[in-house]
């Protein structure tokens, strides 16, 4: 829900409703007061506020809420100062109270020198250490933590196995698929889907153009993309083929542009066969 670039929230949703959208992401959260949140320049909720008074904000605007993202650094030393564990937890919380169902997570890439000299074998070990209470906590609350592609180990399908495996493959751990990371990290979206297609449950859709070609393999997300789904490089309509017939609520269009570019990628998933 980033329409609009240093908008607060309620002026997001209600560019969202304008576009005749229904269901939008809580995409940025933070775990106190936000300086630029609460200036009204940053579209940002704060998981220590009331969760309710944010779901009368979508519904002013005939909007539900559909998923939380909660993007840690699962990579990086345990820390107050880093969005982890303690974040995924009030967002597991925050999600249960107004009757969202995923909470969206990833380790990202390494910031920092020890983060950055971890084997593969402790990468896997440190994230799944951070999401082991949160998973269970999510079983507790009705509500499912979603791994999305967007780092060293969830960018490739053996990483996120790998910490799928090391927690005991629980229910309440799923898969984000973001067709554009996982294809700028280096992976087929197309294998990616497959693999983990009862896993699936929430999607992440954005197109690449060719410029990100030489970058594919070296960046580990991008954000959101600046194109209508079908115009780059990626293979959109070989995911929908995999996914059309998953019980997949909502979806969301990491897309930032003109309001043409919205619609066009609206209907290209129709045309592939995604539905509503």
Known sequence: MLIKPFARV????????EMGFTCADITDTNAGGSMLGTAG???TVSLDEDPFEVKRLFKKHGISPSTICAHAGLLESSNPGVYGTAEIMKAVQFAAAIGVKDV???ETDPRSEWARSLS???QIFIIAEKLHTPVKMAADYGVRILLEPHGPVT???RGLQDVFDRLGNPESLGVNLDTGNA??????PVEMATVFKKKIHHIHWKDLGTEWESKRGTQY???FSTI??????????GVCAVLKDCEIDTSTLEIMGEQDIYKRSVDYLRECGMGD
């Open 10 to 17: 309620d002026v997001q949703l209600g560019h969202a409703r």
């Open 104 to 106: 969206v997570t990833t």
């Open 41 to 43: 320049f940053s579209p």
């Open 155 to 157: 960018d490739s399908i």
């Open 221 to 223: 997300g991008c954000g």
């Open 120 to 122: 593969y074998e402790e």
């Open 183 to 188: 294809w700028l990290g280096g992976t087929d």
């Open 228 to 237: 209508a789904l079908g115009d780059g490089v990626i293979d959109i309509k």
